[in-house]
């Protein structure tokens, strides 16, 4: 027993899930990053770049699947974190 407090397990929970979040939308917007330098290397035939950019795309796709997971996680476990984030995240906007 840690002796915390529903509602301090529950920020703790929004805290994590808003991390998690963050951290989805942030890999997703480095992949659009990583899909236009793959295009571009395949059109100027760099293919040496473009398995590098590509193994960036795999990881990248692993990395949000584990953002998802850990989200649904939360979810199942603290229902109410989800509006909790909502107020945090309003409050770093």
Known sequence: ELC???DSLVGIAAQERL?????YQTLYTRLLAVRASIRANE????????????????DMERD????????????KE??????????LAKKLA
């Open 19 to 23: 991390s998690c979040a963050v951290s």
């Open 43 to 58: 059109n100027a035939g760099s293919s040496q770049s473009v398995e590098y950019f590509k193994k960036h795309e795999t």
């Open 4 to 6: 915390l407090t529903k």
């Open 78 to 87: 603290f229902p109410e974190a989800k509006v909790k984030m909502q107020e």
């Open 64 to 75: 949000m699947k584990h953002c998802l997971r850990g989200i649904k996680t939360i979810d």
